[in-house]
């Protein structure tokens, strides 16, 4: 595995769909759009306001009134348009985006996630993640699994301010895809070269492991 | 006297009167496009202090389109900051911190819809966003319905400074691609608004189902004098 961030974006990319309306996170979340499946028809919105995101520009190309919330010069595409952030929040928070992807600080089994603060360290803001998680129909996390430091990201309970209360669903990391159910976190799949116990070490909190065998992540 | 006027057209001397201590100003602008540039700079060099800045973002980048406002927080003269984006100013966590400055972080949608209440005579909004978070502190929590929600309340100024790539006098604004974002829903939240643009056109030149920022919203009007992200 050469790039771990590309290796989550491909499969954070997988759980998109035909005709879905999605808004993706700075970092990680970003790269997905270079891995979406052939022939699928995906609009990408940025809170800015821009929907139907295209390629980055071309060196020399850029219109320099037209970035995305990442601040990179790029396209839109046919079918696309551009709007004020009073439209972008009505399309996030009227529950109009099938699905959001964000990074995560944190993100613990009951579905919260902190993202936005922390103390002593960071403070990025929330920019519109909250309205983001509020919002979308399907809310993805894509994060790598283990903290810089080496500890985990995914816990038993949040300990930094929170995001949101209980509304991520799904989560993408290096070693698993973890869905949110009522009774905890369950196992989707597992990349092909960890081991539940790898997996379980690595993580903060219980995994429910169903039955059966356990899909292998996209490698 | 009524806002419709042929010609808002100022000169920087006219506008630099309107700036006071202790007002409230925002500032449209997401990231370094559709910023006022020239306003930005101009209220710095007005040397007002003890000022309320509300913005999406304020980057203290060197040399950035947001570098003036970002030193006015710098030397203590932004008593207030309500902002929804912090990670492009590496000041503000300290200043946050240490309290030096009274930051209020705004989620993003939150903020438009303050600013769009503000403009629109609501009194408020009820919206899940920032729920069993730090962000709903302090606010009322009210129940619709069996389901809880946050009671968020109107954002007004005193000043907005607002961006168009193109204005006819009158001030009706046209926005190119993604510089739009705060420009027409600031310009109706407050109480005197200046629109600067890029480019200024007989009335009548902007085609009128491609205006952004309305006119009706716009009391004065002043010519980019080149600051660009």
Known sequence: MNDIREFIAKNVAALLHDGDLVNL????????????????????????????????AAPGEENKNLIDAGAAYITCLPGGFTFDSVTSFNIIRGGHLDATVLGALQVDELGNLANWYLPGKLLPGPGGAMDLVSGAKKVIVATEHLAKNGTPKIVRRCTLPLTSAGTVNTIVTDMAVLEKTPQGLRLAAIAADVSLEQLRASTGCEIIIPGGEIPKMIA | MGKIRNNKLAAKAEVMHHFADGQSIMIGGFNKVGVPGTLVRWLWESGVSDITLIVNNCSNADGGIWYPAAAMIHEGRVSHLKISYTATNTELRQLYE???????????GTLAERLRAAGSGIGGFLTTVGLNTQIAE???????GGKEYLLELPLKADLALVKASLADTMGNGLCYGTSKNFNPVMAAAAGFTILESEQVVPVGSIGHEHVDVAGIYVDMLVVSEGEEA
């Open chain 2, 98 to 108: 240490e309290k030096k400055l009274e930051v209020e972080i705004i989620p993003q």
């Open chain 2, 138 to 144: 302090g606010k009322e929590i009210v129940r619709v």
């Open chain 1, 25 to 56: 996170g700075v970092g990680i979340p970003t790269l997905a759009a270079n891995f979406l499946p052939e022939g699928v028809t995906i609009f990408i919105q940025a809170e800015n306001g821009l929907l139907g995101c295209g390629p980055k």
